[in-house]
């Protein structure tokens, strides 16, 4: 058999002894040295042992990453406890619960919701029982044996609730209180018994997992988020934001004194890797008491997360508080930001209602409020809860966020169409009241993004750093001038990170916009201008490990220069095109085609001439360079698909004026 394969691609005779011709050659030629060839040899079939190779490893299990391995351990335990309440017929009951039945289209799966929520309950109730943190409290195993696990799961919640964690029990026993009403409790019993049997495996899977052990499987159940905007951060991408961010601030001791905002958490991906950064900085020269006291110090005094939804509110502070016992709930920085229509019947914002607040951005007595919105409406009583965040966001030395970027059409989806109007009203009028120029200015007609970089303007110390996921379009676009202007006088552009890797541009899930990383640094004073790091990467890293590594190598560089192994390539953009809002390195890649491609933009100081009056090549905040545009119509920004010779694009629209005589 195999004789007769290697004869097969040999072009040997075969079995019927008839030769296969071969072309002669036109000229004779020493014979070279000729080896058998083998199947290896063959790149058809090299490709398809590598399909069974890799589909083998899938199923053992042998390939994947532990975190891979772990993760899916997770949504094993999570849809084993949803079966038994989708069973009940529980999840028209619990799409009600969470709002899922009020969006336009089914998004996402509730019963599988509600048992992660259940899950992370089981996990914190383990913890204490064990720890012996509160006394008397029962341990899962005798509340699984129970005849009435539902009951006896309520008491103990109840019990556990009056001394503090909130944060995690609160949406548990809410879950379990809806679907006691509706006296549907069989499939509950059976869900809780299932969680009480994994909670031990799966709370120590959660101390190992990384950056964001839960959030990805809670994204992976809501199939859409983006009415809110919502959209959870790739843990590589966390990984390197928290890096590049943490190596602006420089060398600080984080702790007390020392806050990091995230004023739209979701899971708590982007504060859980800065936590695990700082870990790994400061840390690794404590001992094991040190560490815990450590974490402690970090998570209740230092990291501040807010949020709108309450589910992933549970998330980060589950995995905030992995790997310690020593953290007190009620001291956290988790704050769930009212949203919507509320009790009173009045609408709310979100974390935009702390434009409100006078710590944030204080009071001017010449605007006009006519236009807009009643002075007593907006500065009115926020509630406490408000008031409370605004004062743990003020004087944040790093904010780092994936801020809402969805159209603002989709905004409030779930509410009724009088609210959803009302909803848009009230995030202009609270945006407004920063006034008309500046970080006032910004072009919000489509997107919330640019106003949470306007808060996290407000809530910075002078030194401090701002350090966000941005569409790639933002940092390119006519639209986005005001913005990069208004920041480059304010903020050093330290960073700006982008994957040119097809199809592996994204830094967050569920996503095909590109996106960029960027990191600002706060002026102190007159500021000597400094170039901007801009990294351009060829290859996404996969992992965690893999971001960290790369992060290495970027830092090894010690400068400009190619990053090994095709990971991309760094270099420097220089202050006079980022204050004037050119920021378009982002979008080619080395730096001898990005000032090609300015200096054809700029027309060679006059020197060319348009050949036809259908285009026009526009100037992108006086620096030029990047886009080519019909003329009388929008902007379209030059692509990363343009050949290297990019005069080639802008020699087809312009060439040189004839001499003077």
């Given at each position: 058999?195999?004789e007769?394969?290697?004869?097969?691609?040999n072009?040997?005779?075969?079995?019927?002894?008839k030769?296969i011709?071969?072309?002669?050659s036109?000229?004779?030629?020493?014979?070279?040295?000729?080896?058998?060839l083998?199947?290896?040899?063959?790149?058809?079939?090299?490709?398809?042992a590598?399909?069974?190779?890799?589909n083998?490893?899938?199923?053992s299990?042998?390939?994947?990453s532990?975190?891979?391995?772990?993760a899916?351990i997770?949504?094993?335990?999570?849809?084993?406890?949803?079966?038994?309440l989708a069973?009940?017929?529980l999840?028209?009951?619990?799409?009600?619960?969470?709002?899922?039945?009020?969006?336009n289209?089914?998004?996402?799966?509730?019963t599988?919701?509600?048992?992660?929520?259940?899950l992370?309950?089981?996990?914190?109730?383990?913890?204490?029982?064990?720890?012996?943190?509160?006394?008397?409290?029962?341990?899962?195993t005798?509340?699984?044996?129970?005849?009435?696990?539902?009951?006896?799961f309520r008491?103990?919640?109840e019990?556990?609730?009056?001394?503090?964690?909130?944060a995690?029990l609160?949406?548990?026993?809410?879950?379990?209180?809806?679907?006691?009403r509706t006296?549907?409790?069989?499939g509950?019993?059976?869900?809780?018994?299932?969680?009480?049997?994994?909670?031990g495996e799966?709370?120590?899977?959660?101390?190992?997992?990384?950056t964001?052990?839960?959030?990805?499987?809670?994204?992976?159940?809501?199939?859409d988020q983006?009415?809110?905007?919502?959209?959870?951060?790739?843990?590589p991408?966390?990984?390197?934001?928290?890096?590049l961010?943490?190596?602006?601030?420089g060398s600080?001791?984080?702790?007390r004194?020392h806050?990091?905002?995230?004023?739209?958490?979701?899971?708590g991906?982007?504060?859980a890797?800065?936590?695990s950064?700082?870990k790994a900085r400061?840390g690794?020269?404590?001992?094991?008491?040190?560490?815990?006291r450590l974490?402690?110090?970090?998570?209740?005094?230092?990291?501040?997360?807010?949020?709108?939804?309450e589910?992933?509110?549970?998330?980060a502070?589950?995995?905030?508080t992995?790997?310690?016992?020593?953290?007190?709930y009620?001291?956290?920085g988790?704050?769930?930001?009212?949203?919507?229509?509320q009790?009173?019947?009045?609408?709310?914002?979100?974390s935009?209602?702390?434009?409100?607040?006078?710590?944030?951005?204080?009071?001017?007595s010449?605007?006009d409020?006519?236009?807009?919105?009643?002075?007593?409406?907006?500065?009115?009583?926020p509630?406490t809860?408000?008031?409370d965040?605004?004062?743990?966001?003020?004087?944040a030395?790093l904010?780092?966020?994936?801020?809402?970027?969805?159209?603002?059409?989709?905004m409030?989806?779930?509410?009724?169409?009088?609210?959803?109007?009302?909803?848009?009203?009230?995030m202009d009028a609270?945006?407004g009241?920063?006034?008309?120029e500046?970080?006032g200015?910004?072009?919000?007609r489509?997107?919330l993004?640019?106003?949470?970089?306007?808060?996290?303007d407000?809530?910075l110390?002078?030194?401090?750093?701002?350090?966000?996921?941005?569409?790639?379009?933002a940092?390119?676009?006519?639209?986005?001038?005001?913005?990069?202007?208004?920041?480059?006088k304010?903020?050093?552009?330290?960073?700006?990170?982008v994957?040119?890797?097809n199809?592996?541009?994204?830094?967050?899930?569920k996503?095909?916009?590109?996106?960029?990383?960027?990191?600002?640094?706060k002026?102190?004073?007159?500021?000597?201008?400094?170039?901007?790091?801009?990294?351009?990467?060829?290859?996404?890293?996969?992992?965690?490990?893999?971001?960290?590594?790369?992060?290495?190598?970027?830092?090894?560089?010690?400068?400009d220069?190619?990053?090994?192994?095709?990971?991309?390539?760094v270099?420097?953009?220089p202050?006079?095109?980022?204050?004037?809002?050119n920021?378009?390195?982002?979008?080619?890649h080395s730096?001898?085609?990005?000032?090609?491609?300015?200096?054809?933009?700029?027309?060679?100081?006059g020197?060319?001439?348009?050949l036809?009056?259908?285009?026009?090549?526009?100037?992108?905040?006086?620096?030029?360079?990047?886009?080519?545009?019909p003329?009388?119509?929008?902007?379209k920004?030059?692509?990363?698909?343009?050949?290297?010779?990019?005069?080639?694009?802008?020699?087809?629209?312009?060439?040189?004026?004839p001499?003077?005589?």
């Open positions: 058999m195999n007769e394969i290697g004869n097969m691609l072009r040997k005779p075969g079995k019927d002894g030769p011709a071969r072309r002669k036109s000229a004779s030629k020493p014979k070279k040295p000729t080896r058998q083998t199947l290896f040899d063959n790149p058809d079939f090299v490709e398809f590598e399909g069974i190779r890799v083998l490893l899938s199923n299990g042998l390939g994947e532990s975190v891979e391995r772990d899916n997770l949504i094993g335990r999570v849809e084993t406890a949803a079966h038994f069973q009940d017929e999840k028209p009951d619990l799409d009600a619960h969470f709002g899922i039945d009020r969006l289209e089914a998004k996402g799966d509730s599988k919701v509600a048992a992660l929520i259940l992370n309950a089981a996990m914190l109730h383990q913890r204490i029982a064990s720890g012996g943190w509160l006394e008397g409290i029962r341990h899962l005798e509340l699984q044996a129970s005849a009435d696990p539902v009951s006896e008491f103990e919640w019990r556990i609730l009056r001394h503090d964690f909130q995690v609160g949406p548990a026993a809410d879950v379990v209180q809806h679907i006691v006296g549907k409790t069989a509950l019993a059976q869900a809780l018994r299932s969680v009480a049997e994994s909670a799966i709370a120590t899977l959660y101390a190992d997992m990384g964001d052990h839960a959030g990805r499987v809670y994204n992976a159940f809501m199939a983006a009415s809110d905007g919502a959209f959870f951060t790739r843990p991408a966390a990984v390197l934001l928290a890096k961010a943490l190596d602006a601030c600080v001791e984080w702790g004194g806050k990091i905002v995230d004023p739209a958490c979701g899971s991906t982007l504060l890797a800065a936590l950064e700082i400061q690794d020269a404590l001992p094991q008491q040190g560490r815990g974490q402690r110090e970090l998570v209740q005094s230092c990291l501040v997360g807010l949020d709108i939804n589910v992933s509110l549970q998330l502070a589950s995995q905030l992995a790997g310690t016992q020593d953290v007190r009620a001291k956290m988790l704050r769930l930001m009212p949203y919507g229509p009790g009173n019947g009045q609408i709310r914002g979100g935009m209602e702390l434009f409100a607040a006078e710590q944030i951005a204080p009071r001017r010449d605007l409020f006519r236009e807009t919105i009643s002075a007593e409406d907006v500065w009115s009583d509630g809860v408000v008031e965040a605004a004062e743990l966001i003020a004087g030395r904010v780092i966020m994936n801020p809402p970027y969805s159209n603002r059409s989709k409030g989806e779930k509410f009724a169409p009088e609210d959803k109007k009302a909803l848009r009203h009230r609270l945006y009241l920063l006034g008309s500046g970080m200015a910004f072009d919000v489509n997107s993004r640019p106003m949470f970089v306007a808060l996290a407000c809530c110390v002078e030194g401090g750093v701002m350090a966000f996921v941005c569409p790639t379009i940092l390119t676009s006519p639209s986005g001038l005001h913005e990069r202007v208004e920041l480059a304010k903020y050093h552009v330290h960073a700006i990170l994957s040119n890797q199809g592996n541009r994204n830094m967050s899930a996503t095909s916009i590109d996106e960029s990383l960027v990191i600002l640094k002026k102190v004073g007159e500021a000597q201008a400094q170039s901007t790091q801009v990294i351009v990467l060829d290859r996404f890293p996969r992992s965690e490990d893999e971001a960290a590594a790369l992060h290495e190598e970027i830092i090894n560089l010690h400068g220069g190619i990053l090994p192994n095709g990971l991309g390539q270099s420097s953009w202050a006079s095109r980022i204050n004037v809002g920021w378009a390195p982002t979008t080619l730096p001898e085609l990005r000032e090609a491609a300015l200096q054809y933009a700029e027309g060679l100081n020197a060319l001439q348009p036809s009056p259908s285009y026009s090549v526009a100037e992108s905040g006086g620096g030029g360079g990047g886009y080519v545009q003329r009388e119509n929008r902007a920004p030059l692509r990363r698909h343009v050949p290297k010779a990019s005069g080639q694009v802008l020699r087809a629209l312009y060439q040189r004026q001499k003077k005589n």
